[in-house]
């Protein structure tokens, strides 16, 4: 028998090698896989949760009012003289209209039933009575009315929207009593140039404010100086 020569391999030490060598490209393959498979899970999850983490970005509730709309010094407000704190508890039959002497009103006689605290919204085709929102402003509400001047705009209606947003809440609060709502102007017309007006019903005086644009710094003034506190009935819903 021939001995082998220096440097030559036995048979089994080739076929260990072979074997050694196509474990390595096993691992290699499966650490490609693995690899693979978390950036297609990555992907998936990135793609699912961008919605969630992009709209808590986005959440209203989690920016300050004066990042909608106008600035309140560029709004082109201002406040009209008060109003008499009349028809305090003064509840009308549901259906009987009530002629209010402003537009919009901050007291007065009112329906018996005031619009739900979870709707902070209204658009002219789903909002409340005038005599319902009366009474929410019995209840301490400050009540945002729009004309259809900003219902046409894109911009200052979702900047309104995004405003009521704000207020939405599980917990009913007074600090959260807020509705925008469209105005009528067959209820009555607002000054010449303005399209959105606050109105606020305190104890000693009904309040209004009216501006030209949407500017969520100037209804955050208006609520600060006029409370929700400071109504007829502040602890009713």
Partial sequence: MAKRGQGQKTRRERVEELRQEQKAQERRRTAIIIVACAAVAAVIIGVGAFPIVNNWINDPSRKAMTEFGA??????????????????????????????????????????????????????????????????????????????????????????????????????????????????????????GKHVAFSRWATQAGHREYCGSVSGEAIEAFMKKYPWSDSPEPNAL
């Fill in 71 to 192: 600035a309140a010094s560029a709004a082109s407000c201002e406040e009209a003289p008060k109003d008499p704190a009349t028809g305090v508890s003064d509840h009308k039959p549901d259906g009987e209209k009530v002629k209010y002497t402003t537009a919009p009103p901050s007291a007065g006689p009112h329906w018996g039933t005031p619009a739900a605290f979870e709707r902070k919204f209204y658009e002219s085709g789903d909002r409340p009575p005038l005599e319902t929102l009366v009474h929410n402003l019995e209840h301490g509400y400050t009540i945002v009315w729009y004309d259809d001047t900003i219902a046409k705009d894109k911009d200052q209606l979702e900047a309104l929207k995004n405003i009521a947003k704000r207020f939405e809440t599980s917990t009913p609060t007074g600090d959260k009593k807020f509705i925008a709502a469209s105005w009528d102007n067959a209820d009555g017309k607002f000054p010449e």
